[in-house]
Nanobody
Framework: QVQLVESGGGLVQAGGSLRLSCAAS????????VGWFRQGPGKEREFVAA????????YYSDSVKGRFTISRDNAKNTVYLQMNSLKPEDTAAYYC?????????????????????WGQGTQVTVSS
């Protein structure tokens, strides 16, 4: 089992920055790809970014590419999402998720259904 806890959310003005953290406990997850997803008010959960187990492969949604950076520190069992140039439309609850063990789970995925472990989320609010 892997437990995930997000932190770093908050209120920020448009154009500002935040860094989200996703800390894992329960077992090391250096072989698990990790993704960030978000869900705004009245919207479906959407993919934001994902990273492979080693950190060498990353995926981004078109809406955040060039503004957000996903990274991981496996020694600290933590994945980060650096968010710059934030926009009001980035307002959402942000969730990190980890894939299971072994095989293709090392690689990131755009699909929420590929992820087995989920955190409780952290709220990001961007004011205009």
């Amino acid at each position: 089992q892997v437990q995930l806890v997000e932190s770093g959310g908050g209120l920020v003005q448009a154009g500002g920055s935040l860094r989200l953290s996703c800390a894992a406990s329960g077992r090391t997850f250096s072989n698990n790809a990790v993704g960030w997803f978000r869900q705004g008010p009245g919207k479906e959960r959407e993919f934001v970014a994902a990273i492979s187990g080693s950190g060498g492969l990353t995926y981004y949604s078109d809406s955040v590419k060039g503004r957000f950076t996903i990274s991981r520190d496996n020694a600290k069992n933590t994945v980060y999402l650096q968010m710059n140039s934030l926009k009001p439309e980035d307002t959402a609850a942000y969730y990190c998720a980890a894939r299971g063990q072994g095989g293709l789970n090392y690689y990131p995925s755009y699909s929420p259904s590929s992820y087995v472990y989920w955190g409780q989320g952290t709220q990001v609010t961007v004011s205009s």
